[in-house]
């Protein structure tokens, strides 16, 4: 995947479907001078283990191997990269042509070269190289066990004068503020415990 699609839209947020795992969402996706960024990317990213794929789906609620087929029917002569520019951001469309090799007019594409766009638009399979780290990222996962963690007051179990309460712990939230509430949360309950 590396280098596939570099300078495609850049700067460009964009709806996608990403899903690692048992992770999936629905957001805006980014795509930087280093790869790719967004919220989609951030969420996905805390079920992604090194070595594991990624799935995004760059037009999440339309079947595009099925949109291709009627495109086909309904205007034979335009080509792939005008029809895949109506739906993404040009220079992504125009990425993505030379990525494949593959532009034509609609009425040249027989249905097995439509179900492949239809695959890699709709389940784009890619392996990131890795993430940008602690110098970027937003939360952590892992953290102290919550199972030897008092829910009421953030004690140690065996050892009430110990107390952890926010980031530190095993609790990773999603975005939109989740995080900051657990910490919030979980430090008003642990002071007004004392
Ligand atoms: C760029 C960025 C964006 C984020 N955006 C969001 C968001 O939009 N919504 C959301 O919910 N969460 C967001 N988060 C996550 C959220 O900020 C954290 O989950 C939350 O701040 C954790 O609070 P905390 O008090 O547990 O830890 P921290 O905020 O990390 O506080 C720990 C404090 O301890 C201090 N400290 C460390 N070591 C020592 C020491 N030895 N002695 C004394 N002090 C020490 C540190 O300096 C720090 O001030 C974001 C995080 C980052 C980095």
Redesign the pocket.
């Known amino acids: 995947m590396e280098g596939a699609c570099r300078g495609a839209g850049r700067g460009e947020l964009r709806e996608v479907e990403a899903s690692c795992r048992d992770g999936r969402y629905r957001e805006p996706m980014l795509f930087t001078h280093r790869g790719l960024s967004g919220p989609a990317m951030l969420q996905v990213s805390s079920h992604w283990q090194p070595g594991d794929e990624i799935v995004i789906d760059l037009l999440p609620g339309e079947d595009a191997f099925a949109a291709l087929c009627a495109a086909r029917d309904a205007t034979p002569k335009r080509r792939l990269s005008t029809w895949l520019g109506e739906r993404l951001p040009k220079r992504l469309a125009q990425a993505l042509v030379e990525w494949h090799g593959d532009d034509g007019v609609l009425a040249e594409c027989g249905n097995a070269r439509l179900q492949a766009w239809g695959e890699a638009l709709n389940r784009w399979r890619l392996k990131p190289a890795g993430t940008e780290g602690w110098r970027?990222?937003?939360?952590t996962l892992g953290g102290v066990d919550t199972r030897a963690i008092s829910s009421r007051d953030f004690s140690v179990a065996g050892l009430p004068q110990l107390r952890f309460?926010?980031?530190?712990l095993d609790v990773t939230?999603e975005?939109?503020?989740?995080?900051?509430?657990?910490?919030w949360a979980s430090?008003v309950a642990c002071g007004q415990s004392l």
């Open positions: 970027t990222a937003e939360v309460i926010g980031e530190v939230g975005l939109g503020g989740h995080n900051f509430q657990w910490a430090g």
